[in-house]
């Protein structure tokens, strides 16, 4: 509809007016997401999410930069922000506001302690900012945090999950019962190289079936 030309190219199409649009005519905020792509509107029809009404006058709409729904501030509630901040350069809408460590959402209360990019809750940033987090996984861990199957690496400190290195809970608790000597470096920080420990870890399960 933007450029009137015809052609073999792929066309997206506006689910309220039906109009085609050649993706590469669009900006690059306008262009459907992969997972959106049936359920995309072109700017002229765009609607806010919570009422179904268009932005029109001084009643803007505000555009989630990860679903690209819009919404009125007005319908957002009192207390959810309505723009970007220097500190927080991305405006995100609740639907999309989840914890990537511990999976919380801000529920009706929006706490503006959340990080930047809202990617981590209050606790989770403090978390984070510590140094408290598995460098493999990313999710957050607290200081008292006595259940979970972690190790502590030999170089850069962090607890990492049994889990994340691919381990069972045999192979951890036989690497727990190494010598001190044979040191745990997780794999962010071992790089390409084969870890010391993984080879007294094979070693170890290779002479326990050998008892057996």
């Known amino acids: 509809l933007l450029c009137a030309s015809k ?12 109009d085609p649009f ?5 900006e690059e905020a306008e262009r459907p997401l992969p997972q959106h792509h049936d359920t995309w509107c072109c700017r002229r029809c765009k609607f806010c999410h919570v009422c179904g009404r268009k ?17 009125h501030p007005a319908c957002l509630g009192p207390s959810y922000p309505t723009r970007a901040t220097r500190k ?9 506001v989840r914890c990537k460590s511990c999976g919380a959402t801000p529920g009706k209360n929006w706490d503006v302690e959340w990080s930047g990019d809202y990617s981590l809750c209050p606790r989770c940033t403090q978390l ?4 408290n987090f598995c460098p493999i996984c990313t999710r957050c861990y607290e200081d008292n945090d006595y259940e979970s199957k972690m190790m502590q690496c030999a170089q850069c400190d962090h607890w ?16 727990s019962g190494l010598p001190d000597s044979v040191l745990y470096t997780c794999g962010p920080c071992a790089g390409a190289t ?14 326990g079936l050998r008892q057996v």
């Not at 050649?22 to 669009?26: E, I, R, S």
């Not at 990492?160 to 690497?175: N, Q, R």
């Not at 084969?194 to 002479?207: D, I, K, N, T, V």
Request: proline share 3%; aromatic share 10%; with cysteine.
């Open 7 to 18: 052609g073999l190219h792929e066309l997206v199409f506006c689910q309220v007016c039906c």
């Open 194 to 207: 084969h870890p010391r420990w993984r080879e007294a870890l094979s070693g170890a399960l290779q002479g």
């Open 22 to 26: 050649h993706p590469f005519c669009l």
């Open 160 to 175: 990492v999950h049994a889990k994340c290195e691919g381990l069972s809970d045999e192979d951890y608790e036989i690497l």
């Open 128 to 131: 984070f900012e510590k140094g």
């Open 55 to 71: 932005g029109r006058g001084s009643k803007h709409l505000l555009e989630c930069e990860r679903c690209r729904h819009a919404y």
């Open 88 to 96: 927080r350069r991305h405006w995100i809408c609740s639907a999309c």
